[in-house]
């Protein structure tokens, strides 16, 4: 398995990456990690696009390790798409769990930096179709971008999580709209405190439970301060325990994020949880909604959508209990590592075909 950063430091990619890693130990297979193994600074010019030192580490540890199949995820970032293909000749796969290799900005636009990105994308995305035998997604709206720049053997594997004992709250009891992610303007936090701040008053026993860290925190704070009376609730960033007694205790789950996701966990662990979902409309997003009627689904940015959403979820709690058992079906059936494991095994076979075909 090779990614950016360690398991143990990031976010989305890294819990996934961890998660399979169990799993596919659990099925008994051995899994090597290269993940966290280098650590640039600053700007990087050149380095950005193409680092010979990633790639030298890299071949070095697999010379090691002797994998049947090499597994790349975010890679992009920081190892850079040199990765790719090390050791030469190697089954590759690649799953790709934002769209950040098509060239879409993390951040605010900004010319000189997103054009930047579309050159390292459009030299990513052809050394990518060059040398990965199988590539995966979370989505079919994500599935379908790569099949459209020209990639060929591309299998959407649903996002999954563990299902661990939790004590929740029924729906009916639960007063918390929950909030799980970094606090930066893409996820649009803000914007959900915002809506909060219209309806709070109309709902004196709701709270807003935001989670995660980020430049937008002061921001917040200062939308908290505005309402009072610790009804939006900060608490940075907590472990995943931690973060399923916050879900298993939320009315809902908002996920308001204003640019393309590749399909974030918390997606599957509110609906794991039983907790009905608001999610905006892009497309990975609005998926497992669409599929299991387990949410509601807003427009990207509108906050009056947001808000009737919220009021909604708030003044029916049997429509948002409805919701959330029809999203755990759908979850269970669909989201757990023995339906996923089997799926990245048969993955790997038909790499090691590709490779030596």
């Known amino acids: ?14 819990i996934y990456v961890s998660r399979l890693v169990n ?4 099925a008994g297979h051995i899994v090597g990690l290269f993940a966290g193994e280098i650590h640039p600074e600053g700007v990087r010019g050149p380095l950005e696009v193409w680092d010979r030192a990633a790639r030298r580490a890299l071949v070095h540890a697999a010379e090691r390790f002797q994998p049947d199949v090499v597994h790349h995820h975010n890679v992009v970032r920081r190892l850079t798409i040199s990765v790719i293909g ?5 089954p590759t796969v690649l799953t790709v769990h934002d769209p950040a290799l098509l060239g879409d ?12 990105y579309a050159l390292r994308s459009r030299f990513a995305v052809a050394a990518v179709r060059r040398r990965v035998h199988v590539t995966t997604t979370y989505t079919n709206a994500l599935s379908e971008r790569l099949r459209a720049r020209g990639f060929r053997d591309v299998e959407r594997i649903p996002a999954f999580v563990e299902v661990v004992p939790n004590e929740t ?3 009916e009891k639960g007063d918390d709209v929950v909030f799980v992610g970094q606090l930066t303007p893409k996820k649009a936090p803000v914007l959900l405190a915002e809506a909060f701040a219209r309806i709070a008053g109309r709902y004196p026993a709701a709270r807003l439970v935001i989670v995660g860290e980020g430049p937008e925190r002061e921001a917040l704070s200062r939308i ?3 309402v009072g009376g ?9 472990d995943q325990d931690g973060v399923r007694t916050v879900m298993g205790r939320a009315r809902v789950v908002v996920v308001p994020s204003l640019r393309a996701e590749g399909g974030p966990l918390v997606v599957i662990e509110a609906a794991i949880l039983g907790r009905p979902l608001i999610v905006t409309d892009d497309p990975p997003l609005r998926e497992l909604v669409d599929r299991s009627g387990g949410g509601i689904v807003v427009k990207r940015g509108s906050l009056e959508e947001l808000v009737d959403a919220l009021e909604r979820m708030l003044s029916n709690p049997q429509e948002a209990a409805r919701m959330g058992i029809s999203g755990r079906n759908t979850a269970m059936t669909e989201h757990v590592a023995a339906c996923v494991v089997p799926k990245f095994v048969a993955v790997y076979e038909r790499a090691i075909k590709a490779a030596s075909a």
């Open 86 to 90: 090390a050791p030469r000749g190697s």
């Open 105 to 116: 900005p993390d951040a605010e636009p900004k010319l000189v930096r997103d054009a930047f």
């Open 224 to 226: 908290a301060d505005r």
């Open 1 to 14: 398995m090779v990614n950016d950063y360690a398991l143990d430091t990031g976010w989305g990619a890294e």
């Open 23 to 26: 799993g596919l130990r659990d």
């Open 169 to 171: 709250v029924p729906i």
């Open 230 to 238: 610790d009804r939006i609730v900060l608490t940075g960033r907590i």
